[in-house]
C-alpha cells in the first residue's frame, strides 16, 4: 500500500501522544491501585489508535490496539483484576507498538503479542502479527470500524468542526527568513532620515527662509512617524510570524513519568516526580534537541542523585525521593530547572579529579570557592562516578553544555551536600530572533546578545585607573571591574586613542567585566544565522545577523569569550550579592515606555530578576496600542520621547476606565515635570540621575505597585 507521507506524519504524531498518555494513565493506576475512570480513559485512547491505524493498513498496530482496548475493557468493568506484573507488560507492549510507529513508512514492525490475551493472564499460545502485505489502491471507501460508539461518532463530528492547518516547518522559517529583512530597511531608513536631517541643516545655513525650513520639517517629521509605525509593525510581524514555532512543553515532559518510573525501579528507588510549567512554550527547535539533555539530566538525577529508601530512612528522609521538573518564563527567556533532593553533588571529589585532570593545579585547588570547582562537571571527559546501566553523573554532561551553548543558552548547577541538587538551563524563547547590541571595532561591526549585558556606557578618563598590567579597572556598584580593550584581545591593533571610552558592561552568571569598544552603534533583535569556518579566537562567534547593507555582523558567544579572557590570565570580577527582595510578585506585567535602549534595558533587566513580565514601547503610541492588547500591571515611562510623549500618554490612561487604575512611575531627568504628574494622580518620580536598582524596587514594594 502507497501512504500520503503528510497522513502518515500526522498518524504518528498522534499515535506518540497516545502512547505518552497510556503511559501516564498507567503511572497512575501502578500507584493509585486503578480505578474504572483511569481504566475507561486508556480504553478510549487505545481505541482510537487502533481506528486509525485500521484506517491506514498498519494491521499490526491496530490488532495491538485492539488487544489493550479488550483489556482495559475488562478491567473497567470488573470482570478481571490488574496484578502488579501486568503494568510491566502493557509498559512492554506499548513500547513495541512506540517503536512501531517511529519506523513508519519506512519499515512495517511486526508486534509480538504472545503474552497479551485478556483473561489468561497474558499467558497462551504464540500469536505474532505479521506486517501487511502491499495492497493495491483501490477507490472503495474504507469498511466502518462497526466498535464506534454513537458518542465517539458525535466526537469525531464536533472535532472536524476544529480548524487546524498543518503548514511545514521549512515555509515557516522560510517567512522568518524573509522578515529578518524589516530590521535591515529600518536601519536604511535610519540612515536616510539622518543624511536628509544633514541636508536640512546645510540649507538652514544658506537661506534661513523659515517658510522653506518649516516644510522641510514637516517632512522630516512624517518620515520619522512612518518609521516609527513601520517598525512597531514589523515588530509586530516577527513577534507573530516566529511565535508560530512555540510549542507547549508538556510536548516532551509527558515523556518522563515513564522514564523516571523504568530507573526508579530499576534501581531499586522510590521517586515522587513532579512536573510544573507543563504549558510554557518555547521554540520547537529548541525543544527538540531539549529533550536529550532532560533525559540524561533525570536519569543522573534518579541513578546517582537520589538514596536509596534505606540510606533516606536513615538519615531521617522521607523513603521517597523527590524530583522536580520545573519551566517558567524569565523575560524573554524560558528557564527550565530539575532539581532533586538527594545526595548533592560530592565537590570534594569534583575538585580532586579537576586537580587529577589538570584543569587546576594542586596549590590553587583549596582556595577556590565550590561555585568555581563544580562547573569542572562540563569538562569533556569529566566524571567523579562509575559508569552505570542508565547514567554517570558527569559522563556526557560535556555534550549537555555544548548544546545548551549551540541553542544560545545557559546552564548553572546549585547543590548542597545531603540537601540536593538543582540544574538550571536559561534559553531564549525563539531560537531565530534575540536582541544583540551591535558596535564597533575598528572598521568592523560585532554584536553580543544583549541578555547578558547589563550597562552600555561611557565612561570618563578619570574614572578608569590602571593596574600594571594590560587592562585597566573602573569601579561601578561597589565592584572593581575589568576593562578589556576588545581591539587589543583580538589583535585588530592599537586601542583607540580617545580619552573616554565606550564601554559594554557584560555578565555572565555571577562573572562581570567590561568590554571596551569604539562606538555601540544600536541594540535590535535580529535574526542569528550560523555561520561555518570560524577559526582561532574567533571560534567565540555564534552566528551573524546581517546589516543594513547586507554585511554579515558577527555575533559573539559571552561563555565562549569569558573563558578566553581566564585562559589569557585577565581577571574576571565575581559579582557581589545585592539585596534581596523577597516579594512574590507572581505573573505581573510591567510595560517600560522609553526610547533610549540604554535606559529601558537597564530598567528591563532589574524588573526580569524579579520575574516580571516585561513588554516595551519606544514612544507613547506603542505604548497605547500595547495597553490595547494586553492586561497590563503597571507602568514604567518617561517624559521626553517621539510621537507622543509621556505626558499625553498619562493623560490618555487617567481619561480611559480601563486604564486610569493602572499604577504609574515616571522615570525623567526633567524634575520640572514633578509637579505636573503629581497633579495628574501620578505620584511615583525618579529622577534619571539618581536612579538605583534599590530606589526603583523599594518604590514598587513601599508603595504596593504590584
Not at 128 to 138: C, F, H, L, S, Y
Not at 253 to 267: C, G, I, K, S, Y
Amino acid at each position: 500500500m502507497s501512504f500520503d507521507p503528510q497522513i502518515v506524519e500526522i498518524f504518528k504524531k498522534a499515535a506518540a501522544k497516545c502512547v505518552t498518555q497510556v503511559n501516564n494513565l498507567l503511572l497512575e493506576a501502578e500507584k493509585e491501585g486503578g480505578g474504572s475512570e483511569i481504566y475507561k480513559a486508556i480504553k478510549g485512547e487505545v481505541h482510537t489508535l487502533k481506528g486509525d491505524a485500521r484506517m491506514l493498513g498498519f494491521e499490526s498496530i491496530s490488532v495491538a490496539a485492539h488487544k489493550l482496548e479488550d483489556l482495559f475493557g475488562l478491567l473497567e468493568k470488573e470482570e478481571a483484576k490488574a496484578d502488579p506484573a501486568m503494568f510491566s507488560r502493557v509498559f512492554d507492549l506499548l513500547d513495541a507498538i512506540d517503536n512501531a510507529v517511529g519506523k513508519l513508512p519506512d519499515e512495517l514492525v511486526s508486534i509480538d503479542l504472545s503474552s497479551f490475551t485478556p483473561g489468561e493472564g497474558f499467558k497462551g499460545e504464540e500469536q505474532a502479527i505479521n506486517p501487511p502485505v502491499e495492497k493495491k489502491e483501490t477507490k472503495t471507501p474504507a469498511k466502518k470500524d462497526e466498535s464506534l460508539t454513537e458518542s465517539d461518532s458525535k466526537k469525531d463530528k464536533k472535532e472536524k468542526k476544529i480548524e487546524i492547518l498543518n503548514i511545514n516547518m521549512k515555509k515557516i522559517d522560510s517567512l522568518i527568513g524573509i522578515s529578518s529583512a524589516f530590521p535591515r530597511y529600518s536601519n536604511r531608513f535610519l540612515y536616510i532620515l539622518d543624511k536628509l536631517q544633514g541636508i536640512r541643516k546645510d540649507i538652514a545655513a544658506e537661506n534661513p527662509d523659515q517658510d522653506t525650513i518649516g516644510e522641510i520639517d514637516a517632512i522630516l517629521r512624517d518620515f520619522s512617524h512612518e518609521l516609527a509605525f513601520y517598525e512597531l509593525a514589523a515588530k509586530q510581524f516577527q513577534d507573530k510570524i516566529t511565535k508560530l514555532k512555540l510549542v507547549p512543553l508538556s510536548s516532551i515532559f509527558d515523556l518522563f513519568p515513564r522514564l523516571v518510573r523504568d530507573v526508579a525501579e530499576n534501581t531499586h528507588k522510590k521517586i515522587n516526580f513532579i512536573i510544573e510549567g507543563r504549558d510554557v512554550e518555547l521554540d520547537i527547535g529548541v525543544v527538540e534537541k531539549l529533550k536529550s539533555i532532560l533525559i540524561h539530566i533525570l536519569r543522573n538525577a534518579v541513578d546517582h542523585g537520589c538514596e536509596p529508601p534505606a540510606e533516606r530512612k536513615k538519615a531521617g528522609k522521607p523513603e521517597n525521593a523527590r524530583i522536580v521538573l520545573k519551566a517558567f518564563n524569565k523575560g524573554d527567556n524560558v528557564v527550565i530547572e530539575i532539581g532533586d533532593d538527594g545526595y548533592g553533588l560530592d565537590v570534594a571529589a569534583i575538585r580532586e579529579k579537576a586537580v587529577e585532570k589538570g584543569l587546576i593545579n594542586k596549590e590553587k585547588a583549596p582556595e577556590l570557592p565550590d561555585d568555581q570547582i563544580i562547573p569542572f562537571i562540563f569538562e569533556s571527559g569529566f566524571s567523579t562516578k562509575d559508569v552505570g546501566v542508565f547514567s554517570g553523573r558527569g559522563v556526557g554532561m560535556d555534550v549537555v553544555a555544548t548544546t545548551v551553548k549551540e541553542m544560545n543558552g545557559e546552564i548553572t548547577v546549585k547543590t548542597l551536600k545531603n540537601k540536593g541538587t538543582i540544574f538550571s538551563i536559561s534559553l531564549p524563547l525563539i531560537s531565530s530572533y534575540i536582541p544583540v547590541t551591535v558596535f564597533s571595532l575598528g572598521n568592523n561591526l560585532y554584536a553580543l546578545p544583549s541578555a547578558y549585558i547589563k550597562y552600555a556606557i561611557r565612561v570618563k578618563e578619570n574614572e578608569m585607573f590602571d593596574t600594571g598590567k594590560q587592562w585597566k579597572v573602573m569601579n561601578i556598584e561597589d565592584m572593581e571591574i575589568s576593562l578589556i580593550d576588545l581591539r587589543v584581545f583580538f589583535n585588530f591593533g592599537n586601542p583607540a586613542d580617545d580619552k573616554n571610552k565606550n564601554v559594554i558592561i557584560v555578565i555572565y552568571q555571577d562573572e562581570v567585566t567590561g568590554f571596551i569598544v569604539n562606538e555601540i552603534i544600536f541594540e535590535k533583535k535580529m535574526l542569528i544565522r550560523k555561520v561555518a569556518g570560524m577559526k582561532g579566537k574567533l571560534d567565540t562567534i555564534i552566528g551573524a545577523v546581517l546589516s543594513g547593507k547586507e554585511k554579515a555582523i558577527p555575533v559573539l558567544n559571552v561563555l565562549s569569550l569569558f573563558r578566553l579572557l581566564k585562559n589569557g590570565q585577565a581577571t574576571i570580577t565575581r559579582i557581589k550579592k545585592v539585596h534581596d527582595y523577597s516579594k512574590d510578585f507572581g505573573t505581573k506585567k510591567v510595560l517600560l515606555v522609553e526610547n533610549s535602549l540604554v535606559t529601558r534595558n537597564l530598567e528591563k533587566k532589574i524588573l526580569i530578576k524579579h520575574n516580571l513580565i516585561i513588554l516595551e514601547a519606544g514612544n507613547g503610541k506603542e505604548a497605547v496600542q500595547l495597553l490595547e492588547q494586553e492586561e497590563i500591571n503597571m507602568v514604567i515611562t518617561d517624559i521626553e520621547m517621539p510621537v507622543m510623549n509621556g505626558v499625553e500618554l498619562i493623560a490618555f490612561m487617567k481619561e480611559n476606565d480601563r486604564y486610569k487604575k493602572i499604577p504609574i512611575v515616571v522615570i525623567s531627568s526633567y524634575k520640572t515635570y514633578i509637579d505636573k504628574v503629581g497633579s495628574m494622580g501620578v505620584n511615583y518620580f525618579i529622577d534619571k540621575s539618581e536612579f538605583s536598582e534599590e530606589l526603583l524596587m523599594n518604590t514598587i514594594i513601599k508603595e504596593n505597585l504590584l
